[in-house]
């Protein structure tokens, strides 16, 4: 199996600039951003203030009087209080920032996500966005939480020290800023090189966190193909990619970082000893020296972190960037900037006006070729034809999970492109060919169709559904967890407790796709007695490959390759001998029941 490395489809980063992206995150936080730049100065300050302590105390120890020593002594304790408590509460707002911006995001990429209408999904693998999430989401926490306060702390010490290192020999700092640009090139040369990595890696970690998240969620089919080498074959794959594009990224990091670090300081060491012979000369003093040192050792540190802090900045643009185009991705169906309402109470009436449609990402090959079709209200119709036919198409494109290409759907004379989907989707229950069921318990799974549901009305729905009593029989009845995806159920009950919810939602257009599929026929005759009395008054739409579920639909409608072939009651359909007459003789053990 083949894997591409995702950075090549996606743009260039601006590089740091990207990190722009957050400040719609942050502005709303101005506050914590001003304490935290307040404690920042005031440390870095503090900071710059004590080698002036340390020079006044060397070079009062040839003072005779004992007063003054003390005074410096008990300034320059002060001034580490001062230091220690600007330092706290600079790490207090930084890092409740930090964590309460990356909340924000989290949040809005979720809420963006949730959205996003399955064609977004047919491109991009919820694995990925889901390491979009966590993993991005957590270098953005490391930089806002503390890289940024770093880089901006050893800034300030940099600039200021550089301005005391002057002050206090000119002729030293002139030779300390020779060394500035041989430290300053491996830091843009390589830079580049680490966020190109960077960027790689992240990339192949979402391709991780996309085939762990495939895998895991299909883990009884992997088992029972015996599929699991294979599995872990690919999984290792995308994984050692990682830790390739990973263990690149850190070994030139780890270049920078010496090259960086060994110039500054070997730079210092020069100066040093130049310096030593002034004092030899009695051109400085030793405290002047000694206040060099510190400010030269302070200049050279902040030099070097800020090497090793670009490396983390990159790293974070290029998940800032991956974010923002998350979060800026064109959902392929939107809503009106000003949609209409639809009317209440809806009377279900669906029209299908010359409807063709191709999925995104097989636009070439058309899943339904101009369907026309005119539903009234309160009418029962069946959908049936072979598989792949495009049935179940229909209850896609009607729930307006993909728009179609050509032609319009209506719900009481409204195209459903003029409605908000949420408006809309209100008016209509659906029971899918795979229910899914949540990990929580099954009258938190009933009560999803209708949240406001009392109790007695979730159990009215399961006793209609034909679900009430295998869930009593459970060891805590409707209280019982269910387990992720249902897997305290069979297959069978999955589908009662999703029928049920439905019945619960108490919508005027019902749509069943294959809802009685996995049921035996004592279930299915007790679902099938509930939908029927479900349906009065109420417009019902129902895909079925088991014909004698739909015999007694008001319609029947039938699709083959995208497209109505004929329409009719079940005897009159018969009587045509076409491709339902076929489909029943198949099923139906008298030819034609």
Do not use: C
Request: glycine share 8%.
């Amino acid at each position: 199996m083949a894997y591409q490395d995702g950075s090549e489809d996606r743009a260039k980063s601006r590089q740091v600039g990207a990190l722009r992206g957050l400040a719609p995150f942050i502005r709303p936080y101005r506050g914590m951003v001003a304490m935290a730049g307040v404690a920042l100065v005031a440390t870095a300050s503090v900071s710059l203030i004590l080698p002036l302590a340390v020079r006044r105390v060397i070079d009062g120890f040839g003072v005779e009087r004992a007063a003054l020593l003390d005074q410096y002594f008990g300034a320059a304790m002060v001034i580490a209080v001062i230091l220690a408590l600007g330092t706290g509460i600079r790490y207090y707002f930084v890092t409740r920032l930090g964590e309460r911006v990356v909340a924000d995001i989290r949040r809005a990429l979720f809420d963006r996500v949730m959205g996003m209408s399955p064609a977004y999904f047919e491109n991009v693998m919820t694995g990925e966005v889901l390491s979009r999430i966590t993993t991005d989401t957590t270098l953005i926490l490391s930089v806002i939480g503390s890289s940024v306060s770093v880089a901006l702390r050893n800034v300030l010490m940099l600039v200021g020290g550089l301005v005391l290192l002057m002050l206090t020999s000119s002729k030293l700092t002139l030779m300390v800023l020779l060394i500035v640009p041989a430290v300053v090139v491996p830091i843009i040369v390589l830079g580049r090189r680490v966020r190109a990595s960077s960027r790689e890696n992240q990339d192949w970690i979402a391709q991780s966190s996309g085939k762990a998240s495939e895998a895991l969620s299909a883990v009884q089919t992997v088992q029972a193909f015996t599929h699991e080498d294979q599995t872990r074959a690919d999984f290792a794959f995308v994984t050692e990619k990682s830790f390739a594009s990973a263990r690149k990224r850190i070994g030139t990091r780890s270049v920078m970082t010496f090259i960086v670090i060994f110039l500054a300081f070997a730079g210092v060491v020069g100066v040093l000893w130049i310096g030593a012979h002034d004092v030899r000369a009695g051109v400085m003093t030793p405290g002047q020296l000694v206040q060099f040192v510190i400010y030269a050792v302070m200049v050279a540190g902040a030099v070097g972190a800020l090497s090793e802090i670009w490396g983390e900045l990159q790293r974070a643009a290029g998940a800032t960037e991956r974010l923002v185009e998350m979060l800026n991705a064109k959902d392929p169906v939107q809503d009106r900037a000003e949609p209409k309402t639809l009317p209440r109470p809806v009377r279900g009436e669906v029209q299908f006006r010359g409807v063709g449609f191709a999925y995104p990402s097989r636009l070439g090959t058309s899943a339904l070729r101009d369907v026309t079709l005119t539903i009234s209200p309160g009418e029962t119709v069946a959908l049936v034809g072979p598989s792949g036919a495009g049935k179940s198409t229909i209850f896609q494109i009607l729930l307006r999970f993909f728009d179609p290409q050509q032609g319009a759907i209506l719900l009481d004379g409204l195209d459903l492109r003029d409605l908000a989907r949420a408006d809309f989707r209100k008016a209509i229950a659906l029971v899918p060919q795979d229910p899914v069921i949540f990990a929580t318990s099954a009258r938190d799974n009933i009560r999803f169709g209708h949240p406001q549901a009392t109790d007695a009305e979730v159990e009215a729905a399961a006793r209609a559904a034909a679900a009430h009593d295998f869930i009593m029989a459970l060891p805590e009845g409707y209280d019982s967890f269910l387990g992720e995806r249902g897997v305290m159920l069979s297959g069978g009950q999955k589908q009662r407790v999703a029928i049920a919810r439905a019945i619960l939602r108490d919508a005027p257009v019902l749509l069943l796709d294959e809802a009685t599929s996995a049921l035996d026929a004592e279930s299915e005759r007790a679902v099938q007695q509930a939908v029927e009395r479900l349906a009065v008054g109420r417009t019902v739409m129902v895909v079925a490959h088991r014909l004698a579920t739909v015999k007694r639909a008001d319609r029947i409608v039938v699709i083959d390759q995208g497209r109505i072939v004929s329409v009719g009651t079940h005897d009159a359909l018969v009587a045509e001998d076409g491709l339902y007459a076929r489909l029943a003789r198949l099923q139906f053990t008298d030819g034609v029941a």
